[in-house]
């Protein structure tokens, strides 16, 4: 079972990298948010360092939906599918497989990237490592919420609109807990471990549940 | 080993395209699904697949032993024990066709090397295309890419002895047809099982045949089961 799972995750590394393929698109996205803000702003560079998380983690939910809608549509629509219904291997295990994938080539690489991205708004280093921290525990819980609406809407023609307006509803506690813990770092009466870790638990409860959803909906699909 | 299908009524977008419907297939035989467009070929296959659920009756891949599993029932249901190649082929057009094969290995349950991949691809003559992405193959060559998945179990231990198939000849050319025809031969005389769904002749001589149409009951007749009365 173990083969089977890392041969997914293989082939679905693989897809993002090719023509057609995500690949690291959202990381490209999200730094055009980041730089499209200070523009919109103007220099205002105290103005840019209070918001810096806050835009930071709303450009990080947004990129997270670049290739979303994607994550089983393209495998129902070529039959793909069929052939992770019909392994062994128990449709919750391929669902978190392919949100790992998903994520390792958008959450985690923005996690990774965001101090670079900090700079342009003006982001002390204590900032930075914050919304570096609270991004790399986050971002799995937008995949995985994400994914639910994903295997929705696996189905339907442009299902990506509706997978926006259903999810990103969903994804509010989140993005709330990764910004407080993310302003509480840098000054503020909360320390930063309280939020930061009810984020965690927020990313351990959406795989579980996720997971569970989202192969139900894939079953009960077609 | 057989395959029992018990009253099965399958329904699509409302339409009750199935109404009890109770056939046994045995190892060694083949099932040709007959009829028109719209009469529920796709759907009984996707419903044998495990794809859609059966409106009701039940579907079950009984073993030889009576002693296995409870009460002669398989363990595993009928989805893992079978491959599935049907219209949509499941193919990533952005992999080559050994890199596809590969997958489909690790899914069906025994995991491959590349060089098995191309070595199955060989059975339909594709081996010197194994490490062209599918994207540029002409859709012929991917049916055959798709068809490669049956004749897996040859070279690693997959043991999926239930054959779906849905239109298996689409775009194939005559030479293909006739490998296919062949590669069925083998698995029946293996005893493997298959249900095909087909407008087209399969050249599988003392197949049985099931004709659906769109209204309700079937009855057992000499050569098979017909639609109506």
């Not at chain 1, 392994?87 to 990774?112: C, M, R």
């Not at chain 1, 002390?124 to 921290?133: G, I, K, Q, R």
């Not at chain 2, 995991?111 to 295309?129: C, I, K, N």
């Not at chain 2, 999926?160 to 006739?178: I, K, Y």
Request: aromatic content about 4%.
């Amino acid at each position: 079972m173990m083969a089977a799972l890392g041969a997914l995750l293989v082939r679905d590394l693989k897809l993002a990298a090719r023509v057609g393929g995500s690949g690291l698109l959202g990381v490209v996205f999200f730094l055009m948010l980041v730089t499209l803000i200070p523009f919109a702003l103007g220099p205002d560079l105290n103005l840019l360092s209070r918001i810096g998380p806050a835009i930071l983690w709303i450009a990080a939910v947004l990129a997270t939906l670049i290739g979303l809608d994607r994550l089983f549509q393209g495998d129902e629509e070529d039959g793909s599918l069929d052939l992770m219904r019909m392994s062994h291997v128990p449709l919750e295990l391929v669902v978190i497989v392919k949100g790992l994938a998903h994520w390792l080539t958008t959450g985690f690489p923005l996690a990774l990237l965001s101090p670079l991205f900090g700079l342009l708004l003006a982001q002390e280093p204590d900032a930075m490592l914050a919304v570096m921290a609270t991004l790399m525990v986050g971002t799995p819980a937008l995949t995985f919420i994400g994914g639910i609406g994903a295997a929705l809407t696996a189905s339907l023609p442009r299902g990506g609109l509706i997978l926006a307006v259903l999810v990103l509803p969903l994804m509010i506690p989140t993005l709330i807990f990764g910004v407080s813990a993310a302003q509480a770092a840098i000054g503020g009466t909360v320390p930063f471990l309280t939020p930061f870790l009810v984020l965690a638990a927020l990313s351990l409860v959406a795989i579980v549940t996720g997971a569970v959803a989202s192969a139900a909906a894939l079953r009960g699909g077609g | 080993m057989k395959l029992a299908i018990d009253h099965l009524s399958c329904r699509r977008a409302g339409r009750l395209l199935i109404d009890d419907l109770t056939l046994t297939i045995a190892g060694g035989e083949a099932l040709v699904v007959k009829g028109p467009n719209g009469a529920g070929k796709s759907t009984l296959l996707a419903t044998l697949a495990g794809r859609l659920k059966p409106a009701g009756g039940t579907i079950r891949l009984v073993g030889d032993d009576a002693t296995a599993g409870r009460g002669g029932e398989e363990d595993a249901p009928l989805a893992e024990r079978a491959v599935l190649v049907g219209h949509r082929d499941g193919l990533k057009v952005a992999l080559t066709a050994a890199e596809n094969l590969v997958f489909a290995a690790a899914m069906l349950g025994a995991p491959a090397t590349p060089a098995e991949a191309a070595a199955a691809l060989d059975v339909f003559g594709l081996a010197h295309l194994a490490d062209i992405p599918v994207g540029y193959l002409s859709a012929g060559q991917r049916r055959r890419v798709a068809l490669t998945r049956l004749v897996l179990a040859r070279f690693v231990p997959v043991d999926r002895p239930v054959w779906l198939l849905d239109e298996p000849t689409s775009a194939l050319d005559a030479a293909a047809q006739e490998d296919l025809a062949h590669l069925m031969r083998q698995h029946l005389a293996g005893g493997g099982l298959i249900v095909a769904a087909t407008h087209l002749p399969l050249g599988l001589e003392g197949a049985r045949s099931l004709t659906l149409g769109s209204q309700a009951g079937y009855h057992d007749a000499a050569d098979g089961w017909e639609f109506g009365a």
